[in-house]
């Protein structure tokens, strides 16, 4: 099987710090050795900041860590054949001091085993092959495992980096698993739970509907084609709500933003699953004396948010496969 092929291993330590602008700073995972800046960065340029609207019932957001994602994703015009397992980059975008650009530094690495098999696992990102790691030395950061039958969500696995530290309790290691279940049929969106991050809780990711992006474009001054949300939703019943009424609290913890400036190079807008700027709000995992969450709750946001682009990928496929399908069987 596919997912057997995914090494597990436990990953190494990471170190986290706040820095003064009240942003987090995160040091590359394993400690590797600096990214040189003129052999392996590329400069692009900083997106504006962006409140969430309040109609959306969501609160304040403030994108302390931003991150590139590069997947050219599947055109709309190609064979529904599986894309390669081209390692997909995902980099650290830092705005440059000398101008309102950014520059980007390879962190992450997402790694499938071969083209017919749709689990994969992140490792960090190697100083000597920043966009494709070291798949024999690294260890994993997370896994995502997809099993073959309807009806059957893939599985995320996440690895602490203080696991070593705690090796008699399975819990205190820091292992956290679920699953990446569809809310329904005539939607998109995907949620899951964690038992550990964040004091557990449930996450969804979701696209933006046109009055939200509208919004986005009226804050922040630039068009997005596509607006994938990431929101912990908290639900209140109705005997805790003051109208009576079970409610849902929305709080976002990340965006992916694709448009004409952020979405990945050699991708347009019609294409499903391309990479974009991914916007990560880490105040959900400021306490630092739970150690790990903030190491982990960068993982599963980033995880997580390329489970969705491979199910773009394969909503794709689906698609070009009816139509080959309605083509190949002729008509009156």
């Not at 609160?59 to 390669?84: D, N």
């Not at 494709?132 to 602490?160: A, C, D, H, K, Q």
């Not at 292992?175 to 557990?200: C, D, H, I, M, P």
């Amino acid at each position: 099987m596919a997912a057997q092929q995914l090494r597990h291993r436990h990953p190494s330590r990471s170190s986290v710090s706040s820095t003064d602008e009240g942003g987090i700073e995160l040091t590359p995972f394993g400690d590797p050795p600096s990214l040189s800046t003129t052999t392996s960065s590329v400069v692009v340029d900083s997106p504006p900041p962006y409140s969430p609207p309040s109609s959306s019932g969501i609160t304040s957001f403030r994108a302390t860590v931003q991150l590139q994602i590069e997947t050219p994703g599947k055109p709309l015009l190609s064979l529904p054949l599986p894309p390669r397992p081209d390692p997909i980059t995902v980099s650290t975008a830092t705005r440059s001091p000398h101008s309102s650009t950014s520059v980007l530094e390879p962190k992450f690495v997402s790694v499938r085993p071969s083209r017919g098999s749709g689990s994969c696992y992140l490792i960090p990102a190697h100083p000597s092959s920043p966009t494709t790691g070291n798949t024999e030395e690294e260890e994993e950061l997370s896994t995502t495992t997809y099993r073959f039958g309807p009806g059957r969500s893939p599985i995320v696995r996440l690895f602490s980096p203080h696991r070593h530290t705690h090796s008699d309790n399975d819990e205190v290691e820091g292992v956290e698993e679920f699953e990446l279940k569809s809310v329904g049929l005539l939607t998109r969106a995907v949620t899951f739970k964690t038992q550990r991050l964040g004091g557990g809780g449930v996450f969804e990711w979701r696209y933006a509907g046109r009055k939200e992006r509208r919004t986005y474009q009226q804050t922040t001054g630039m068009e997005v084609n596509n607006l994938l949300v990431l929101e912990r939703v908290v639900k209140i019943h109705a005997a805790r709500n003051t109208n009576g009424r079970d409610e849902d609290v929305r709080t976002p913890v990340a965006y992916l933003v694709r448009n004409e400036e952020y979405r990945s190079v050699g991708s347009s807008a019609s294409s499903a699953g391309n990479g974009g700027r991914l916007l990560v709000d880490m105040s959900l995992w400021g306490d630092e004396t739970r150690k790990g969450e903030t190491e982990m709750g960068l993982v599963m946001v980033v995880t997580t948010c390329l489970a969705m682009l491979k199910k773009e990928v394969d909503r794709r496929r689906a698609q070009q496969i009816a139509i080959l399908a309605g083509g190949g069987s002729g008509g009156p």
